[in-house]
């Protein structure tokens, strides 16, 4: 065999083991959250995650929580304005203030923690973050949507909490 195909061969099967490590550390991420299918669907729809460790894959699902949090928070805005009834105004109003919090505090928080390779204050932020979720959860079952949302961002803020974990 010539050097020219050897080499090539050495590439091959060095890309294609290093495109299963990346596969697996996903799949090995994720098997260690709670939501696995969710972990899986979002850091496998970032082109950036076949090539992340693990603190890449916690600054991808931080960044998708960042998204759906900011979503979230206009979402109860605009409930806020179009809501007469008193009892789910006040709970509307609460969640405000908690994605309030959430959206400009600890999110931020957890992206630089995450970024500067903190993640004790990664993990600070989005433990905090999920019990103002939770608190949130208890006023707004009246609407789903807004339950749905206020779920997914509970459920997102668990998989980055316990991928960096991993990282501590």
Do not use: W
Not at 90 to 118: Q, S, W
């Amino acid at each position: 065999m010539n050097s020219f195909v050897f080499s090539m061969v050495v590439f091959l099967v060095f890309f294609l083991l290093s495109s299963q490590v990346s596969a697996d550390l996903i799949s090995d991420t994720c098997k260690k959250t709670p939501s696995y299918n969710l972990c899986v669907s979002t850091l496998r729809a970032d082109p950036q995650s076949s090539k992340a460790d693990v603190q890449g894959l916690a600054l991808i699902a931080v960044k998708k929580l960042v998204v759906e949090g900011t979503k979230t928070e206009k979402e109860i805005k605009q409930l806020i304005k179009k809501t007469k009834y008193r009892p789910l105004l006040d709970a509307l109003k609460l969640c405000a203030d908690k994605y309030n919090i959430i959206v400009h505090y600890d999110f931020p928080v957890a992206v630089e923690a995450i970024t500067k390779g903190d993640p004790k204050f990664a993990e600070g932020a989005t433990v905090d973050a999920a019990r103002s979720s939770d608190k949130c959860a208890s006023g707004i079952t009246s609407t789903p949507d807004l339950a749905r949302s206020n779920k997914l961002v509970h459920d997102l803020d668990d998989i980055v909490l316990y991928i960096v974990r991993l990282l501590l």
